[in-house]
């Protein structure tokens, strides 16, 4: 069964720690995603991957950074984590081309206090 | 910047019943997906639409992509408990602009 992995489900750090969030993907996709989700603002994309070493901002990049030095695995980090960095967080991967679906993972739930 | 709304935000049904929910836009699409999120999952892909006018039925599903390709419907037939979740619509606009929509969130009833 093909799948993304995210390597935490719950997660609950101190302000100011760096984070790291992990995904791995088991499909040879070439696109990587993260998203946050909150409520009443939806999946907001944080940065997107395309291939190894590359790497898109998405529409909240702001005090995240991501890493993708494997075709399979795309890192998500919270260079100093903040208060309102408090969000469920889902990776997903695709195909290259921006009309397949996504696969996403079962999210990491982050609690910064 | 493109205004993509779902509606209702929250429905409620008895199983058994009929609920149909809507993803709008003022802007075209060249493509649309809907996905289903159970709760503490990810959203897992329901169908892909690209054509104007396109319905698409996926067992008591039926998916409609408007003629103008500016809005989408979700039909559910017979609903039943396990229809409870969150549907989102993803949609690919000008620029290859990716947004997804607030959601609808459907409660099935026993």
């Known amino acids: 069964d093909v799948k993304v992995t995210q390597s935490s489900r719950y997660l609950v750090k101190r302000t100011g720690e760096k984070v790291f969030l992990e995904c791995v993907q088991d499909?040879?996709?070439?696109?990587m995603f993260w998203y946050r989700q909150d409520p009443g603002l939806g999946l907001r994309l944080i940065y997107f991957s395309y291939d190894v070493k590359m790497k898109e901002k998405g529409d909240i990049p702001e005090g995240y950074s991501v890493s993708r030095e494997k075709k399979e695995r795309f890192s998500l980090i919270l260079e100093s984590a903040s208060t309102n960095q408090t969000s469920m967080y889902l990776c997903a991967s695709s195909l290259l081309g921006l009309d397949y679906g996504y696969t996403f993972g079962s999210g990491t739930r982050l609690t910064v206090v | 910047t493109q205004l993509l709304e779902q509606s209702p935000q929250f429905l409620s049904i008895q199983e058994g019943e009929n609920l149909t929910v809507y993803c709008n836009s003022s802007?075209?699409?060249?493509?649309l997906q809907w996905y289903r999120q159970e709760p503490g999952e990810g959203p897992v892909l329901l169908v892909t639409?690209?054509?104007?006018?396109e319905v698409k039925k996926l067992k008591r599903l039926t998916f409609q992509f408007g003629d103008a390709r500016k809005d989408s419907s979700l039909h559910i037939t017979a609903a039943q408990p396990g229809d409870t979740g969150l549907y989102l619509c993803?949609?690919?606009?000008?620029?290859?602009?990716?947004?997804f929509g607030g959601g609808t969130r459907v409660l099935v009833k026993p």
């Open positions: 499909m040879d996709h070439e696109n």
């Open positions: 639409v690209v054509t104007g006018g």
């Open positions: 802007s075209v699409f060249s493509s």
């Open positions: 993803r949609v690919k606009a000008a620029g290859n602009k990716l947004t």
